[in-house]
């Protein structure tokens, strides 16, 4: 067990009594751990000079397709304008395919082109290999309790769109 993990003894005392030091500590994890997370996609997008908007939108757009910006605009919590900026280069380039609504002629919806899946696939692969890696590392339980800690900070409205996106709904 390494030097910095509870034992499960001890674990449910101390969630009891979080110190401030503890809580920075859980901070700070949290932000070198979203650097490594995002380094293998940074590399990646760096090279087409691209930025983590560009890989979120390609991400989302990869898990709905045929979202519509409305719909993208509010899972990212962006404005029109940036998510515009971002949506008109990917579309450029020739990554995402911004189609008419059959429905509603003013919707747009979106999707991956064979490029943007393989570029979505790459980027990716590159966080699911850290990601199992970890996971792995960790074990089934702290898994689950990751998982329990990350729903717990989301918002209520960000949470039910996780579970909407999670269930496929």
Known sequence: MSEGRMTQG????????????????????????????TADPDRIL?????????HRAIHFINRAPGTTVNNLLAILGVT?????????????????????GTSDKRERHLYLTDAGRALESQLSDAQRARMRAAYRDAGPEAVAGFKQVLEAM????????YVRLRDGS
Do not use: C, P, W
């Open 10 to 37: 001890n674990m449910g005392e101390s969630l009891l009594f979080l110190t401030d030091e503890q809580l920075r500590q859980g901070i700070e994890a949290m932000f070198f751990a979203y650097r490594g997370f």
């Open 80 to 100: 029109k304008q940036s998510l515009n900026r971002v949506l008109r280069t990917l579309i450029a380039d020739g990554l995402v395919e911004s189609r008419v």
């Open 154 to 161: 989301m918002d209520n409205d960000m949470r039910r769109a």
């Open 46 to 54: 760096a090279d087409l000079a691209y930025g983590r908007a560009h």
